[in-house]
Structures are given as structure tokens and as C-alpha cells.
């Protein structure tokens, strides 16, 4: 994997606006209108700002999965941060939206352990070329520089038959939250 940079953007917003399109998750944050399209890759913009600042953001060498880590405890609230949360509120999610979407949060912040850790916010890969081995390549990598960085990764996820997949790498369902609509497993992997 290689780390990706401001040139790398489009091409992580491209791979993650089209794996999650569909996802559960992803379209209860977006406000429901003839816009969703636009708002997913404005999400996913966001998603790679975010990381950009305070996390990692790594693609495959072939360029066709990608990952974005948040390391929370380096997370300033500074001008850019609150920038970045405004521009979502207003281009993504909505004010009609966003009470829901700040109580998801604070749930899901809620399970979080208050120590350093890896969290994984979003892996993808181009559904063209899924079912090959690039997300388990990177997941294996990802699971790695957790190691490295002595962090335990943590990832939810809406999609159940994603659960195999990580239970496969050592992820185990630490939670169920069914508050939304539909069922956020909560995963770990202790390093």
C-alpha cells in the first residue's frame, strides 16, 4: 500500500462513492434527495479531508482500493476542523438531518476506548475489480501498521455479510447498536 496524497483525491473519492453507494450506513448520514449522488462524494471528500488531517489515507499500489484511518486522539478542533464539520452539515447531511447524525456519532464515539487507537472508517475497493484479493491484501497491510503503531483497530459495519470477511483477519463483534433503522455491528482486533 502507498500512501496517498491531495493528487490521490478523486481517485479515493471515485472508489468510495462507488463501493458505498448501497450502503445502509453511508445513506443514513446523506440527505434524501435528487442530489444524493453529489452529497455521497461530497461525504467522501470529506471522509478523505478528515483523514488527510487526522489520520491516514492509503490506496493499493494498483490504485484500485483505498483506505481511510482515523487516529482520533490526533484530532484538533482548530479553523479547519470546524470548517470541515460545517461544509458536511451543510453540503451532505442537512440541518434536517443532523440531530440523528450527531446522536449515531456519539453512540458510536461511546464504545470507542478512551486509549489510542486504529480506527478504520473506510475501506473499499472498485467494484470492478472486487472479489480478487485487493481488500484482503490491504486489510492484511492495515492490520499491520495497527501493529506497528502498538493501536487496536476498530470499524463498524452495516453490511452482515462483510462479517466473515473480517472475522477471517481476527475482527470480532464487540457490539450491536440497532438504533437507526438498520444494524451497525461494532468490530475490534486487538494487536
Known amino acids: 500500500m502507498v500512501k496517498a496524497n491531495a493528487n490521490d483525491k478523486q481517485t479515493v473519492v471515485s472508489i468510495l462513492s462507488k463501493s458505498f453507494n448501497e450502503n445502509r450506513s453511508v445513506n443514513y448520514v446523506l440527505r434524501r434527495d435528487s442530489s444524493r ?13 478528515y483523514c488527510s ?5 492509503f490506496l493499493s499500489e494498483d490504485r484500485k482500493a483505498c483506505a481511510l484511518i482515523v487516529l482520533p486522539d490526533k484530532r484538533k478542533t482548530n479553523f479547519k476542523s470546524i470548517y ?9 447531511v442537512g440541518l434536517a438531518n443532523l440531530g440523528k447524525v450527531m446522536k449515531r456519532e456519539s453512540k458510536i464515539k461511546s464504545l470507542h476506548p478512551k486509549t489510542p487507537m486504529y480506527y478504520l ?8 475489480v472486487q472479489n480478487k484479493g485487493l481488500g484482503s491484501k490491504l486489510l492484511k497491510q492495515l492490520i499491520e501498521r495497527g501493529k506497528e503503531l502498538s493501536r487496536p ?14 472475522e477471517k483477519f481476527g475482527f470480532s463483534v464487540y457490539n450491536v447498536l440497532d438504533d437507526f433503522g438498520y444494524r451497525l455491528f461494532c468490530l475490534k482486533a486487538e494487536n
Open 153 to 166: 483497530i476498530y470499524l463498524e459495519t452495516s453490511t452482515p455479510k462483510n462479517l466473515p470477511w473480517y
Open 84 to 92: 470541515l464539520d460545517l461544509k458536511l452539515a451543510l453540503t451532505c
Open 121 to 128: 472508517w473506510f475501506i473499499g475497493v472498485d467494484p470492478d
Open 53 to 57: 488531517n487526522f489520520g491516514e489515507v
Open 37 to 49: 449522488e453529489s452529497r455521497l462524494k461530497k461525504l467522501m471528500e470529506y471522509s478523505f479531508d
